[in-house]
């Protein structure tokens, strides 16, 4: 019984020793997987060449590719930890990117407030089966194709405003726990959260969405389970095929967006999972009077303070 027990610690050092190394090896490598991208754009730039299509798919969704992104985010905290000012820069470049993304992407709910209301007058009063936008050349679609079309502007809101969203403190939370500890346990609430929640979320809707946005944009269908070499054999057969299906007759027939939506959420989220990492950070290191420091939060304007959070 002891001799298996003392196998079993042993399989279990070794096998994290062979873990170790294979993340070492890989975070070595991502050094020079990154300068060769580089330095040979033209091999996944040049899509006149379908092989380099190819490599964008398959790379955009690999290991070597989460390597880069990992390795980037060790380098900058570890430049970061050292001058705590460069990481306050990277936590307003990344921010001020969420906050500007959201503040315009939050225009579509105006806008499908307001085609909504075109399309009940044009359909109820009007009595037209379809909406003519444009001027020279008419932009004319089914009053189903527009109806249909509503429900991309209500995507474009949910997925490009959810870091502004978060940036902004407006998400839903229950702080049983939160609300009662001190600032810099709370700190370390925020950092274990966006490293054990926020980043594994967004790297597996990534890894999801990525090649099921790519199985609707050509053809030969790649698959996550392919490797480069068998992918580069299918360029040969490789051609546009973007998914033009509706859900109804003349309905909205562009819901290839939706999939780029969702890629773009899972990279927004990842990015501001790093900015949200750093600045609990920062402000564990340096204090509760670094709490919200350059955070740029809208406001109704003067008077209006006892407003603002309610909703």
């Not at 060769?36 to 798919?57: C, F, G």
């Amino acid at each position: 019984m002891e001799n298996d027990t003392g196998v079993g610690v042993l399989d279990a050092i070794a096998a994290l020793g062979r873990g170790l190394l294979w993340l070492g090896e890989n975070v070595i490598l991502s050094f020079y997987n990154l300068a060769y991208a580089i330095t040979h754009p033209a091999l996944w730039l040049d899509w006149s060449d379908k092989e380099a299509i190819m490599r964008v798919v398959y790379y955009g969704g690999s290991v070597e590719f989460f390597f880069v992104v990992f390795t980037a985010f060790l380098v900058l905290t570890g430049v970061g930890m050292w001058r705590n000012a460069f990481l306050w820069g990277c936590v307003r470049v990344l921010e001020g990117f969420a906050n500007t993304v959201g503040r315009f992407a939050a225009w579509a709910g105006l806008i499908m407030v307001l085609q909504q209301i075109l399309i009940v007058f044009v359909q109820r009063i009007f009595a037209r089966s379809d909406i003519v936008i444009g001027l020279g050349i008419p932009l004319q679609f089914d009053i189903s194709w527009w109806s249909e079309e509503l429900k991309l502007y209500n995507a474009m809101v949910v997925a490009l405003c959810c870091t502004y969203t978060f940036v902004q403190g407006g998400h839903v939370r229950v702080d049983l726990i939160y609300a009662q500890v001190s600032h810099r346990s709370r700190r370390m609430i925020d950092m274990v959260g966006s490293l054990v929640f926020m980043m594994p979320m967004a790297v597996l809707i990534w890894m999801y969405g990525w090649f099921f946005l790519w199985r609707h944009l050509i053809v030969p269908k790649p698959s996550a389970s392919e490797s480069l070499e068998r992918l580069l054999m299918k360029a040969r057969a490789l051609r546009w095929n973007v998914e033009t299906i509706s859900f109804s007759p003349n309905g909205f027939n562009g819901y290839f967006l939706f999939k780029v939506l969702l890629v773009l959420f899972a990279g927004m989220v990842f990015l501001h999972a790093m900015a949200f990492f750093w600045r609990s950070w920062l402000e564990w290191k340096e204090g509760p009077e670094s709490a919200d420091r350059y955070l740029d939060r809208d406001t109704l304007g003067a008077g209006e303070e006892a407003y603002e959070g309610t909703h």
